[in-house]
């Protein structure tokens, strides 16, 4: 049966915890239309509280015309039919509640949708109205204002500026649907205050903030050229500092603002930051009085190679501590190719171009990347701080590199001219059962195909089975549980290609050196391995767990 996983209303619930990201689109569909919605969520609750996580994240659920996956948001209060209704999020939190999970929703304020009533309005008004400079709109360049007014670079492909039949340009970082918001608009941050309120009044724990380096932009005249510098990929930070709209220090004033909202609740309310920005400007998110948290992008982007971890471990661990909080660690998310299938490619592979030869060049190793997936979740949950599992991880979903062009949806896709396939390969909706219409998505098909044999990855396929991925994953987050609340973190003595390292009472090893390594002896054995292991060898890829103080 399954388990009460809350720690209550302990304020710091979020410092060491385990949050497990539901992308709705994609998790379970009650009603059958192919799409997840916010019952099928609900029905599958279970799993969650059984993994042993304290939290779900839920990814945009409100309604949205669905340029990107619902990130395109035309009325932040409301669900979109597709998913469901408010009714039914408010029956999810409830059962969440039950379950002792927290709820973490998505909030989403550098842009809105090009349907939301304020750009129709805006578009409705005359340059230099009150309702245009809700957005960032600009006369061009060039003698008939025909030249964009800056070269700044989309993340999903082509220019940032769209022009509007008057001949202004309003500018979106990501889909021409999704109109940049003025954040130096007072009614924007309003807007916003009091849409937090309304979805914290209706009782969800925290929100996970979309963006949260990307809302104040430098629009002093003329505009800054950026050259290109901002064509890095999505999460990735821009080069260099002091870039016209990525990461200002003005960015900061509302996350200020908003943490006071957050504290206005008991217990107080917390929120996550997705902040693509490196390793030194990360912690500035998360200082005191900002957010609680910060995704870990540089871990997540770290290569299969012992010295790399070692480096972003360490930096990770002392730029949360000069801010007096602990990093996130992330592995996978709705953005990425999944981590199975990166660590199953050769070093150093662009996955861009991977997914464009439909994940034939260079060919995946899978049992490699299965072997260090399972070690890589080993290493993340014995870190002090919190682990965000993206939903499939611990079913040892791969990447499918190899859907059909014509099922493809994200906007990067057409934006880049089919020269980037973009993310839905990590997308595909997950299966619960060994067979049936959409391996148990739901009682009807699923909007981004399931490859053959998806239901061999299946919870029910699983379960129960020794050695499965997703036992690993439910003995590791029991086992992780007894040791969290002791942060302390000290490296071992290591052998090349080794990590080794305490966090608390907990021992950790992963060898990532490619050859078998001797185990330190131990009376006990290990208390978890990733893989086959005798407690005397640690063969490559594998990870074991060890208890340094035998109780
Ligand atoms: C974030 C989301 C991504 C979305 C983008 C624009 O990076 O994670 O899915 O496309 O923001 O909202």
Same mark, same amino acid.
């Given at each position: 049966?399954?388990?009460?996983?809350? $720690?209550?209303?302990?304020?710091?619930?979020?410092?060491?915890?385990? =949050?497990?990201?539901?992308? @709705?689109?994609?998790?379970?569909?009650?009603?059958?239309?192919?799409?997840?919605?916010?019952?099928?969520?609900?029905?599958?609750?279970?799993?969650?509280? #059984?993994?042993?996580?304290?939290?779900?994240?839920?990814?945009?659920?409100?309604?949205?015309?669905?340029?990107?996956?619902?990130?395109? @948001?035309?009325?932040? $209060?409301?669900?979109?039919?597709?998913?469901?209704?408010?009714?039914?999020?408010?029956?999810?939190? #409830?059962?969440?509640? *039950?379950?002792?999970?927290?709820?973490?929703?998505?909030?989403?304020?550098?842009?809105?949708?090009?349907?939301?009533?304020?750009?129709?309005? *805006?578009?409705?008004?005359?340059?230099?109205?009150?309702?245009?400079?809700?957005?960032?709109?600009?006369?061009?360049?060039?003698?008939?204002?025909?030249?964009?007014?800056?070269?700044?670079?989309?993340?999903?492909?082509?220019?940032?500026?769209?022009? !509007?039949?008057?001949?202004?340009?309003?500018?979106?970082? %990501?889909?021409?649907?999704?109109?940049? /918001?003025?954040?130096?608009?007072?009614?924007?941050?309003?807007?916003? +205050?009091?849409?937090?309120? %309304?979805? /914290?009044?209706?009782?969800?724990?925290? %929100?996970?903030?979309?963006?949260?380096?990307?809302?104040?932009?430098?629009?002093?005249?003329?505009? &800054?050229?950026?050259?290109?510098?901002?064509? *890095?990929?999505?999460?990735?930070?821009?080069?260099?500092?002091?870039?016209?709209?990525?990461?200002?220090?003005?960015?900061?004033?509302?996350?200020?603002?908003?943490?006071?909202?957050?504290?206005?609740?008991?217990?107080?309310?917390?929120?996550?930051?997705?902040?693509? =920005?490196?390793?030194?400007?990360?912690?500035?998110?998360?200082?005191?009085?900002?957010?609680?948290?910060?995704?870990?992008?540089?871990?997540?982007?770290?290569?299969?190679?012992?010295?790399?971890?070692? +480096? @972003?471990?360490?930096?990770?661990?002392?730029?949360?501590?000069? !801010?007096?909080?602990?990093?996130?660690?992330?592995?996978?998310?709705?953005?990425?190719?999944?981590?199975?299938?990166?660590?199953?490619?050769?070093?150093?592979?662009?996955?861009?171009?991977?997914?464009?030869?439909?994940?034939?060049?260079?060919?995946?190793?899978?049992?490699?990347? &299965?072997?260090?997936? &399972?070690?890589?979740?080993?290493?993340?949950?014995?870190?002090?701080?919190?682990?965000?599992?993206?939903?499939?991880?611990?079913?040892?979903?791969? +990447?499918?590199?190899?859907?059909?062009?014509?099922?493809?949806?994200?906007?990067?896709?057409?934006?880049?001219?089919?020269?980037?396939?973009?993310?839905?390969?990590?997308? @595909?909706?997950?299966?619960?059962?060994?067979?049936?219409?959409?391996?148990? %998505?739901?009682?009807?098909?699923?909007?981004?195909?399931?490859?053959?044999?998806?239901? #061999?990855?299946?919870?029910?396929?699983?379960?129960?089975?020794?050695?499965?991925?997703?036992?690993?994953?439910?003995?590791?987050?029991?086992?992780?549980?007894?040791?969290?609340?002791?942060?302390?973190?000290?490296?071992?003595?290591?052998?090349?290609?080794?990590?080794?390292?305490?966090?608390?009472?907990?021992?950790?090893?992963?060898?990532?050196?490619?050859?078998?390594?001797?185990?330190?002896?131990?009376?006990?054995?290990?208390?978890?391995?990733?893989?086959?292991?005798?407690?005397?060898?640690?063969?490559?890829?594998?990870?074991?767990?060890?208890?340094?103080?035998?109780?």
């Amino acid at each position: 049966m399954t388990q009460s996983t809350s $720690r209550g209303d302990d304020a710091d619930w979020w410092r060491e915890s385990v =949050v497990y990201q539901i992308y @709705v689109p994609s998790f379970a569909d009650a009603d059958g239309d192919g799409m997840g919605d916010l019952r099928g969520v609900t029905d599958r609750l279970g799993h969650v509280a #059984e993994l042993g996580a304290d939290a779900v994240w839920l990814t945009p659920f409100y309604r949205s015309p669905w340029a990107d996956g619902g990130y395109d @948001v035309s009325d932040y $209060r409301d669900v979109d039919p597709r998913h469901g209704t408010l009714e039914d999020f408010r029956e999810l939190l #409830e059962s969440a509640h *039950a379950l002792g999970l927290k709820v973490i929703v998505d909030i989403v304020p550098n842009h809105c949708s090009s349907e939301h009533p304020w750009f129709a309005e *805006a578009l409705a008004s005359p340059p230099g109205s009150p309702a245009r400079d809700r957005f960032v709109f600009m006369d061009g360049r060039g003698p008939d204002g025909g030249e964009p007014p800056s070269d700044w670079q989309s993340k999903f492909g082509g220019g940032v500026w769209t022009r !509007v039949p008057d001949g202004q340009w309003y500018m979106h970082i %990501f889909a021409a649907e999704q109109p940049d /918001l003025n954040w130096e608009n007072p009614e924007v941050a309003a807007e916003f +205050e009091s849409i937090l309120r %309304f979805w /914290l009044d209706l009782g969800v724990d925290g %929100f996970r903030i979309d963006v949260a380096h990307g809302m104040r932009k430098d629009l002093a005249l003329p505009l &800054r050229d950026t050259n290109g510098s901002d064509s *890095a990929p999505l999460n990735a930070p821009p080069e260099g500092h002091d870039h016209p709209f990525w990461d200002r220090d003005e960015v900061h004033d509302i996350h200020r603002a908003w943490r006071k909202i957050l504290d206005e609740y008991t217990p107080p309310r917390i929120a996550v930051a997705e902040a693509g =920005v490196g390793q030194a400007r990360l912690p500035l998110y998360t200082r005191p009085d900002e957010l609680h948290q910060a995704f870990n992008f540089p871990y997540l982007r770290c290569p299969w190679d012992a010295g790399a971890y070692r +480096e @972003v471990i360490d930096s990770s661990l002392e730029g949360a501590r000069s !801010v007096g909080s602990l990093p996130t660690w992330v592995l996978s998310n709705h953005d990425v190719v999944r981590h199975l299938s990166r660590h199953a490619l050769p070093a150093g592979t662009d996955t861009v171009a991977w997914l464009m030869s439909d994940g034939r060049e260079p060919a995946a190793d899978q049992e490699a990347g &299965r072997r260090r997936a &399972r070690a890589a979740a080993l290493l993340t949950l014995a870190l002090p701080g919190t682990a965000y599992l993206y939903q499939g991880e611990e079913l040892g979903l791969p +990447e499918v590199a190899d859907l059909p062009r014509e099922a493809l949806r994200d906007p990067m896709w057409e934006r880049t001219g089919n020269t980037r396939r973009g993310r839905d390969g990590c997308r @595909v909706p997950l299966p619960w059962e060994r067979s049936g219409p959409s391996c148990g %998505f739901g009682p009807g098909g699923s909007w981004l195909p399931q490859p053959d044999g998806w239901g #061999e990855h299946s919870v029910e396929a699983q379960t129960g089975r020794p050695g499965s991925f997703l036992e690993l994953y439910r003995t590791a987050l029991k086992t992780r549980r007894s040791f969290t609340g002791d942060e302390s973190f000290t490296w071992l003595p290591a052998r090349d290609g080794e990590l080794a390292f305490r966090k608390g009472a907990l021992e950790c090893r992963v060898n990532l050196s490619g050859a078998p390594l001797p185990l330190p002896p131990s009376e006990a054995g290990p208390l978890l391995a990733s893989g086959p292991c005798d407690g005397r060898t640690l063969p490559p890829d594998t990870a074991v767990w060890l208890d340094a103080q035998p109780r």
